[in-house]
């Protein structure tokens, strides 16, 4: 089984930053995905940045260059770097890790940005 906890969410103002953490925990290969979504009131999950094992990254085109997806394989951790926020990046962020053919979720974590 694969655990996932998101930590870092919270309430700032526009333009301001937010660094989103992603700790994974259980059987965790060294070969998995891990990737962000967001997901706001009656709005379908939304991929906001992904990276692979290998280190490659996608970016939705709504947050490049504004967001930075990294993980840390020792520490069983990915993060979501989110620099001038938006209003319109508030939502709901969650991290999923994709393994073996499998998804796995966190339960998110709230991200508010005041205008």
């Known amino acids: 089984q694969v655990q996932l906890l998101e930590s870092g969410g919270g309430l700032v103002q526009a333009g301001g930053s937010l660094r989103l953490s992603c700790a994974a925990s259980?059987?965790?290969?060294?070969?998995?995905?891990i990737g962000w979504h967001r997901e706001t009131p009656g709005n379908q999950r939304e991929l906001v940045a992904r990276i692979s094992s290998s280190g490659t990254t996608n970016y939705a085109d709504s947050v490049k260059g504004r967001f930075t997806i990294s993980r840390d394989n020792a520490k069983k951790t990915a993060y979501l770097q989110m620099t001038s926020l938006k209003p319109e990046d508030t939502a709901v962020y969650y991290c999923?890790?994709?393994?073996?053919?499998?998804?796995?979720w966190g339960q998110g974590t709230q991200v508010t940005v005041s205008s």
């Open positions: 259980g059987s965790i290969f060294s070969i998995h995905t």
């Open positions: 999923k890790l994709i393994q073996w053919g499998k998804d796995y």
